[in-house]
């Protein structure tokens, strides 16, 4: 037999904010300004408080293996949080911690699906979840949520798109790459159609506390016992707390599904990084003022951005809600020449972005939208004032 590759392997595709982002770190490294707003994690360190939690652990020894789902200590941990931010009441053993957030939607897909189950992913979407499902052997199932819509699915769109073979929806809360964040009145009507429906709910919860104007999170799972019963919620500090390489992700789930994700995780990985437990912990019980100072520097930024993206030309945003990204339609640059060739789609725009103004940008082709671009505000305020100065100078440029 001839030496091959795995089909499914070949078929992934690499990860395009990555790829953005290692371009224009070369081009950094090669002495080249660049301004970058790829970032998909905070620009702050790790609090103090978490980096000596992690030390002292260092020091005491704490270097052995764990229990595979986390160390108890965290898991009630995250029970508090769970029940005190969230509204969810969860026990120890019905939460995993994993290798960060991926991980643990890796567990999720890999205990709930079988070969062609349907996945329902709002689009736009992260890009990491069409790939994750497909190495479970579930099949991707697009709902597109327009601009109109401020990209948020609707509980008619979901009820038209579930068939016999449907086995979970996709919920990101606030999203990446839109920003945006359900209510409470559009998760219960989503919530009614699970029901109905009787799937799984993947509640992504990452961004839960970053979110500005006034606006609140709200978990799915907490409207119901019937929706607790059928969600799974994934959190982790990576966003939160600027723990981003830490690499700490947790879900909340019923006692089966933890059980199951468990004994795939103790084949896979065995328990997550104990040293990094030690950090999460104190990042969850210890003092959250660097969780809200972020958020003030965050909205700044964001209301910034706002006033400047809606005084160029041929660009459009709705204004975010969470998260730390812009999602900008720049669908009318396409009819648009740039020395004399036709801009044509996002792609190519981000290409002449990035070599003649030095600004990386993400094409949305690879969340659904091949008409829009994602900047990420988690870069210094200065950074933000040059980037865009350079995308309005482009767009000056440009006839």
Known sequence: MALTFSKKAIEVKPSSTLAITAKANEMKANGIDVVGFGAG??????????????????????????????????????????????????????????????????????????????????????????????????????VRADKSQSYKITAKQLEETCTDKTKALILNSPNNPTGMVYTKDELEAIAKVVVEKDIYVVSDEMYEHLIYGGESHVSIASLNEEIYKRTITCSGVSKSYAMTGWRIGYTGSSKEIAKLMSS???????????????????????????????????????????????A????????????????????????????????ANVDNLAKILLEDYKVAVISCDDFGFNDHIRLSYAISMEAIERGLDRIEAFLEDIS
């Open 312 to 343: 160029m030309k041929h660009i459009s945003a709705v204004k975010p809600q969470g998260a730390f990204y812009f999602f900008v339609d720049v669908s009318k640059t396409f009819d648009k020449a740039y020395k004399g060739q036709k801009i």
């Open 41 to 142: 994690e905070p620009d702050f360190n790790t609090p103090d408080n978490i980096c000596e939690a992690a030390i002292k652990a260092l020091k005491d020894g704490f270097t052995k293996y764990t229990p595979v789902a986390g160390t108890l200590e965290l898991r009630k941990a995250i029970c508090e949080k769970f029940k005190s931010f969230n509204n969810i009441n969860y026990e120890p053993d019905q939460i995993v911690v994993s290798n960060g957030g991926k991980h643990s939607l890796t567990n999720i897909f890999s205990v709930i699906l079988n070969p062609g189950d349907e996945v329902i992913i709002p689009s736009p979407y992260w890009l990491s979840y069409p790939e994750i499902v497909r190495l479970a052997d579930g099949l991707p199932v697009y």
């Open 264 to 310: 795939v995780q103790s084949h896979q990985t065995s328990n997550p990084n104990s040293i990094a437990q030690k950090a999460a912990y104190e990042a969850i019980v210890g003092p959250q003022t660097s969780v809200q100072s972020m958020v003030v520097e965050f909205e700044k930024r964001l209301n910034y951005m706002m006033d400047r993206i809606l």
